[in-house]
């Protein structure tokens, strides 16, 4: 009897592993892009750019001379 319940009772869901997986997936894919992110970044300056370059002791260009 106890057998013939079994058999009308609804099976049990499972759960899915899909969702979990797709989300530590796409978890792992913006961390990768982050640190590519941070690989290819420019690095910052903070400090201040010395006020003694050779920039400032040549002569402006004059575009009518050839050079």
Not at 4 to 15: C, F, T, V
């Amino acid at each position: 009897m106890a057998y013939a319940r079994g058999l009308l009772k609804s099976p049990m869901r499972q759960e899915q592993v899909w969702p979990a997986l797709a989300a530590a997936a796409f978890a792992a894919l913006c961390a990768l892009a982050f640190v590519v992110a941070m690989v290819l970044a420019p690095p910052v300056i903070t400090e201040r750019l010395p006020k003694d370059t050779l920039a400032n002791d040549a002569s402006p260009v004059d575009p009518a001379k050839p050079l």
